[in-house]
Every structure is written in structure tokens, then in C-alpha cells.
């Protein structure tokens, strides 16, 4: 491996993604409110302090942490990172990501929990896969991070759509971190979409009103409506928690694309001083970006 083009956009991408979970946190489960949050607040539906990220963050700290150790995706090493990151702060968890992490404890192989926990709770197509997904856009090149979201989506996700946004979102990712545009980034995941549900909504995002919801779609949709019509992080990252629903996870979302399209500069310096931990979080950030493919 070497020095992704850009390491700068790589960090930001990751420290983006937790501003967004940690803007978004307090605000998860309730309807828009009608007074715009731009600041860190304590609180929310779990009792937290100001700026304390949530399992989005812990997750994609544990696949960027995987990648870096493994200098790959390695399936084996990446779920025992998240099963430990489960145990720590299970009430964080959704229920298909919850449900995968048991049947793994209790012996279910790897590659094959995620089939059984969809089998189990008839669905998959929750936002968790999707989330936590970006360290792979940082960390691996466009001709490459589409086979690499949808293996790492698999193992939480049955369902297939949750994978495409993923892919989606991480091509965006990729390519803003080795130096495209937002929209040059948007076309090449436009072209590169193999599912038709996916590319029906995120490749025509204008057509549809931003939906702040569980399903990983929706999710997808939300944060990428907010990115793309956006002028700066700040503006993007706003939006996005300020439609409520899951507010932590489109504000991960969409931080994460903010983060790949403006770089360190563009983060508020209001919002690092929040959050919490926030000198781990960016260790783990710039050594990701530093290993990552160009």
C-alpha cells in the first residue's frame, strides 16, 4: 500500500462521519425540529454527553481499524472488532447488526450469520451496513471498493440493496478522496450502479423528498440529497441531522461525503473541540488515510 493521493480528504472523511453522528445523536428518533441544531447537545434517546459519537462511529472505527491492521478487508478480523465494539455498548446497536453479532458468539461461522439472522427477522435492508461502510472508500481505490461494500455490507446484511448503497456511497467516497469533484464522483457511481432500485433513487435524488429513515435506501438517499445540494460541511451536515428520524446515521453519512469532498479546512473547528475522544478518533483517521490505496 501506499499514500492515498489525498490523505488530507481521507481523515476528514472519517472525522466527518463522527461530527455527524455526534451532531445527529441528540436528535435521533424525533421529528425535524423547528429550531435548526448547529451545535453539539448533550442528550437524546440514550442518556449521552455533548459530542459523544454512537455505534456509527464505533463501527467504522472498527473497519477502518481492520483495514489498517490487515492491509485488507479480512471478514474474520473486522467482525471480532465489531462483536467487541457490540459488547462494549450493545443499547447503541440496530436489531440485524445485534442479531448477526450474537449468532456469531454463539458459533454461528462468519459468513454465514448474516443469512440467518435475515432468515430469522424476515428484513436486512436496515441503514447499519451503510454507515459504517466509508473507511473501505477511504482505504481502497473506485476500481475496487464496490466488491469490497458489498462483502463487508454481507456480513451484517443479507439484503442487497443495503450493499448497493454502500457501494455507492464508498465510490463517491473514493474518488473525492483521490481528488475528483463531488459531481465527478456522483457520475462515476451513476454509471457503476448495478441495482435498480438503488440507482433509480440515488441517480434521480431530486425526485424524491429526503426520508431520515432506518432503511438503508432512505438513508442513503437523505444524506446524499443533503451532500449534493450543499455549499459547504457545515451547510451539508446541518441538513442532514436537522431532518430528525435517524439523525445520527444520515448526519454520519453525509459527514463522511462532506468530509472526501472539502477536506480538514472545511470541519468547523467548533465541532472537533466537541467531540468527545476526538484524538483517537483522528489517529485512527489520518492512519487509515495514510495506508490507504492511491
Given at each position: ?86 459488547l462494549d455498548n450493545p443499547q447503541w446497536f440496530g436489531p440485524t447488526s445485534s442479531a448477526v453479532f450474537d449468532l456469531v458468539r ?189
Open positions: 500500500m501506499t499514500f492515498i493521493s489525498d490523505h488530507v480528504r481521507g481523515s476528514a472523511a472519517i472525522i466527518g462521519l463522527a461530527i455527524g453522528d455526534a451532531l445527529g445523536a441528540p436528535l435521533e428518533g424525533f421529528p425535524a425540529s423547528l429550531k435548526r441544531v448547529t451545535d453539539m447537545l448533550p442528550g437524546g434517546r440514550h442518556p449521552r454527553t455533548k459530542g459523544e459519537v454512537t455505534d456509527d462511529t464505533l463501527q467504522a472505527l472498527a473497519v477502518a481499524a481492520s483495514l489498517t491492521a490487515c492491509r485488507r478487508f479480512d471478514p474474520d478480523d473486522l467482525m471480532a472488532r465489531l462483536v467487541a465494539a457490540y454463539s458459533g454461528v461461522p462468519v459468513h454465514t450469520a448474516a443469512a440467518v439472522a435475515h432468515e430469522r427477522l424476515g428484513a436486512g435492508r436496515s441503514n447499519g451496513s451503510v454507515m459504517r461502510g466509508f473507511p473501505l472508500g477511504v482505504f481502497y481505490a473506485p476500481g475496487s471498493v464496490g466488491t469490497m461494500s458489498i462483502a463487508c455490507s454481507r456480513l451484517t446484511h443479507y439484503d442487497m440493496v443495503a450493499a448497493h448503497c454502500s457501494v455507492w456511497l464508498n465510490l463517491m467516497t473514493s474518488a473525492m478522496c483521490r481528488g475528483s469533484t463531488r459531481e465527478t464522483a456522483f457520475r462515476q457511481a451513476y454509471a457503476a450502479c448495478q441495482n435498480d432500485d438503488v440507482f433509480l433513487m440515488l441517480g434521480h435524488y431530486k425526485d424524491y423528498p429526503p426520508d431520515p429513515s432506518l432503511d438503508a435506501l432512505l438513508c442513503a438517499h437523505a444524506a446524499l440529497s443533503c451532500f449534493m445540494d450543499a455549499g459547504s460541511f457545515e451547510d451539508a451536515v446541518i441538513s442532514a441531522v436537522n431532518l430528525g428520524g435517524d439523525a445520527d446515521t444520515v448526519g454520519a453519512c453525509c459527514g463522511a461525503l462532506a468530509g472526501a469532498c472539502w477536506g480538514m479546512d472545511a470541519i468547523p473547528e467548533r465541532w472537533m473541540k466537541d467531540l468527545v475522544d476526538y484524538a483517537r478518533i483522528s489517529s485512527v483517521a489520518w492512519e487509515l488515510a495514510r495506508v490507504g490505496e492511491e
